[in-house]
Each structure stands twice: as C-alpha cells, then as structure tokens.
C-alpha cells in the first residue's frame, strides 16, 4: 500500500553538484507530477507526464530536467544545483486530469 | 493578481468551533482540489469537486462555479485539524495551480 514514494527524504548539496530525485507510484497512475515548495509561496509545478515516455514543462522548469522511462517512474534531475534551488520537493500522481491526487512525503533539499 | 486566492492566510480558533477556509480563483477549471498539509509536511487529498457540495466526516466542501469561488468547512474542530490547507485547480491544460494555503491552528 505505498502510494507514491519519493527517494531521498532528505539532501544536502553544494553549489554545481547534480542529483537525481526519484518517484515512484504503484498505482498504475497515468499522470505524475513534480511540485517545489517554498515558504510563503503556493506549490509550483517544475515538469508534468501525461504517460510514459512523455514529458512538459510545468511553471518553474528552469535548472531541471526529467524522465519517465517506465510509468510508474518520474525523476527530476538537477544537473548543476544553485542556492535557488533549495526547497522541499513533492512528487505526485493522478489517474487521469481532474481525478484525485497522491503525494508522495517530499523531499527537503537543501543547496549550500 | 493570483490566479488562486485564499482567505484567511492564518486562523486560529477555539476546540468545537465551526471553521470556514475560502478560495477564490480567476481561471476557467476543470475541477478544485482541497488539500491538508500537516506540520509534519506530508500532503493528502481532501476532495475534489466541480460542481455542489461533497462531505466527508466533519469535513464539508462546496463550490459555486458561476462565482468562481469555494469554500472548506469544518464542524466540531479539533486540535487535531491543524495543519494548512490548500485550495488547488486543475485547469484543461493539464495543469494545477494552487493557492498559498491557509494556516489553521485549533486550540484545546
């Protein structure tokens, strides 16, 4: 019964280092999401799947790339942190547009 | 102008007392979304809702589309519904858009 998981729960890196986020689902969803939250700030979409093998840019792509080889997998890659980057990230699924979402626990990635 | 607003940012209320959080948005939706985020910061799907009014327990969501406004009740608070709560849209684009959430503390 997990949901959607995300991996790491937590991250410190230096400025210029990469990583990769992973989420995943079983819920056989279709549509997986990665949102950024920062304090005072409303949840804002980075990149969007539709399907596997489909990706999009959300509001805030800039600095992040993903991927969804399979469809119960979605990473987010930073390829080169910066400061700016440190925020708690969230994954999430649905199965289709409009129908209920999932949270994955989110990750706290801290850039220094 | 925010495409999502909610009202109030804080509030914070007595055990037992009736709660109202409102969400105002400027865009044409497919469906509004209720989130609670607790302190600890995991994130769960309250309702979501395109048209009238859905309850779940103590909870009660409603939403008026020609006003393009919505509103999350809760009955009998408790401390044990603190935690923030998020009015999302899913517009046709594939896209969610949410408001900043309202902080909602009860006390004992």
């Known amino acids: 019964n997990a949901g959607v998981t995300q991996t790491p729960k937590f991250r410190v890196l230096k400025t210029g280092q990469s990583m990769t986020l992973l989420c995943a689902q079983d819920m056989n969803h279709e549509y997986m999401y990665w949102y950024r939250q920062d304090p005072g700030m409303g949840l804002r979409l980075i990149h969007y799947?539709?399907?596997?093998?489909?990706?999009a840019k959300g509001e805030v792509p800039d600095g992040y790339n993903v991927s969804r080889l399979k469809k119960q997998n979605f990473l987010l890659g930073l390829e080169s942190a910066a400061p700016s980057q440190t925020s708690v990230y969230f994954c999430?699924?649905?199965?289709?547009?409009?129908?209920?979402?999932?949270f994955g626990s989110g990750t706290r990635l801290t850039v220094v | 102008k925010n495409e999502v607003e909610q009202s109030p940012q804080n509030l914070t209320a007595q055990e037992g007392e009736f709660i109202t959080i409102n969400c105002s948005y400027s865009?044409?939706?497919?469906?509004l979304h209720w989130l609670q985020q607790h302190p600890g910061g995991g994130i769960v799907s309250l309702f979501m809702l395109s048209s009238g009014k859905k309850k779940h327990g103590r909870l009660i969501a409603t939403i008026n589309i020609q006003e393009k406004h919505s509103s999350l009740h809760i009955t009998a608070s408790h401390p044990r519904d603190s935690a923030v709560y998020i009015c999302a849209v899913g517009g046709r684009d594939d896209k969610i858009i949410f408001g900043k959430g309202t902080r909602l503390h009860i006390l004992p």
């Open positions: 865009v044409g939706i497919s469906a």
């Open positions: 799947s539709v399907g596997e093998g489909t990706t």
């Open positions: 999430a699924s649905s199965r289709r547009l409009g129908t209920g979402y999932t």
